[in-house]
C-alpha cells in the first residue's frame, strides 16, 4: 500500500505572523527584515503583496526599497515565530504521531497509519488541517499529498497560498516531470548548473538520464537526485524527537611525536579503535567496514577504508582492520641521517 | 594526525556474519567480547579514563565525524 505523507509548509510565515499584530497592513507589501538603519540588513520574509513586486527572500533592503519604495518593514520577533510554530505542530500531532519538522514553518505528517480514522482521503485531511489552522492561528498553508516525501515537498510548493495538491502514483509523472529541475529538493544552484551541461532542465530529463552517468557526475547525490525523479524515495518520516542514526563514528589524534616505529603506530591505532568501539557499543551499533586517514606532517590525507568480514564492535578487531589498511600506504620514515 | 573510523554502520539487531566453517575464531572473539564489555562496566561507574588499553597518550582529541 503506497504511504500517505503530507508535507505542511506555512506561506510567508514571519510575516503572516507579524501582520496578526498589524491586522491594519495587511494588504500592504510588507517584509520582516534586519536592522533597517543597516546596509547590510537583508529581507528575511515577505507577503504575498510585497512577492508582487518581485521582493525575494535574502535581497538587501536597499535592492528591495527599489523594487517597492511604499515597502512597509518590520523588525523580526524569533519568539513568537517559535511559538507560532510550537502551535502548529500541536496541530499535527493530532493527526498522527510521525510528525518530522523541516524547518520552523515546515513539516513532513505520515498519516498512513492513521488515515482510517480520518476518513481515509489523504486530500481532505490536508484541507481539514489547512481549516484548522486558519481557524485556530489566522494562519495560512500550502500542504502537498503525495507517497513520499520529496514529492509531497513539491506538492506543497506547486500551488501557494492557501491549497492542496495532490501528487499521486496515478498523475505524479503528468505532474512532476514537466517541472524545472532546480524545483527538486537539494537541487540548488550548482546542482542545476552541472545538469545543464548536459541539457538537463526539467525532471522529466533528470529522470530519463542514465543513474550510474549521474553517479559519475555528481557522486552519490546524482543516484539520489536520479531516485526522487523516479518517484522512488523511501526514507520515513522520522518522529521530531527521534535522531537519525549515525552514519560513522571517528575518532583522531594528533600525537605529542611523529610515529615512527611500527609499534607506536599500532598502539596508537588501539588508542583511537578504543575510543570508537566504545561510542559503538553506547550507541548499539556494528561496524561493517572500518577507515583509516593519515594526515601526513606536511597536511596531505591519505585515505584508505575495507569492508570487515563480520559487523563488529570491538576495538580488537577494529585495530586489526585499521591496522591492515594503514600497511598499504604507511612506511617508517628513513633514519635520519640517510 | 590519525583517525580512524567506523563505517557502514548497521544496527546490532541487524548484523550479520558470515558463517566460516574453518574459522576457530569464535572464542577468541567471545573473550573479547567479555574483556570489552567489562571495560564498559568500569567506565560507567569510575569514568571513561578508569581503564584503557596499554597506548599512547594524545596530544590533542578530535572527534571530527560524529
Known sequence: MARVILHCDMNSFFASVELLSHPELRDAPVAVCGDPSSRHGIILAKNEAAKKFGIVTAETIWQAQKKCPGLVLLPPHHHLYREYSHRINAIYDQYTDLVEPFSVDESWLDITGSLHLLGGEGKAVADEIRARVKRELGLTLSVGVSFNKVFAKLGSDYKKPDATTVISPENWKDLVWPLPVGDLLFVGKAARATLAQFGVKTIGELAAMDAGQLEALMGKMGRQLHEYANGLEREPVRPRNETEPPKSVGSGSTFQKDLIRKGEVSAALSLLADDVATRLRQCGMYAGGVAVTLRTPDFQDRSRQKRLASPTHLMRELADGAMELLDTFWKPPPPSGC | ?66
Open chain 2, 1 to 66: 594526525m590519525l583517525t580512524v573510523t567506523a563505517i557502514a554502520l548497521t544496527d546490532s539487531a541487524e548484523a550479520y556474519e558470515q558463517v566460516d566453517l574453518l574459522d576457530d575464531s569464535g572464542p577468541k572473539r567471545e573473550k573479547q567480547e567479555k574483556l570489552e564489555s567489562a571495560m564498559d562496566r568500569i567506565r560507567g561507574k569510575y569514568g571513561m579514563g578508569a581503564v584503557r588499553f596499554g597506548a599512547l597518550s594524545p596530544e590533542k582529541k578530535e572527534d571530527p565525524l560524529s
